[in-house]
């Protein structure tokens, strides 16, 4: 009999840089979800990649403001969770845009 290995879903985590998404993003690479966080600042987001396996988890650039990021981060996703929020607004970071 032969097996056949499937590649395991990809879970696009909006947001998965931040305090709760870590979280998240945690518990989705324990469960073998491959992980993609989609952020503003990738450059700053290293700290998740340690949450998982090698390869694992990888953060990408996305603003949730601008459509083609999003479209071009939630490419080829199984499942898409949306952790993305502000505490109070500032500048340009409204409730109503966020």
Not at 19 to 45: N, S, T
Not at 62 to 83: F, I, M
Request: positive net charge.
């Amino acid at each position: 009999m032969t097996e056949i290995l499937q590649t395991p879903k990809l879970v696009v985590v909006f947001g998965g840089s931040g305090f709760v998404g870590r979280h998240v993003v945690r518990a989705l690479a324990k469960r073998g979800y491959r992980i993609r966080v989609a952020c503003r600042r990738p450059d700053l987001a290293g700290h998740v990649q340690p949450l998982g396996n090698v390869g694992q988890i990888q953060p990408v650039q996305a603003n949730v403001r601008v459509r083609w990021s999003v479209d071009r981060a939630v490419q080829g996703a199984d499942h898409v969770v949306n952790l993305v929020a502000i505490l109070h607004e500032t500048g340009r970071q409204k409730f109503g845009s966020v």
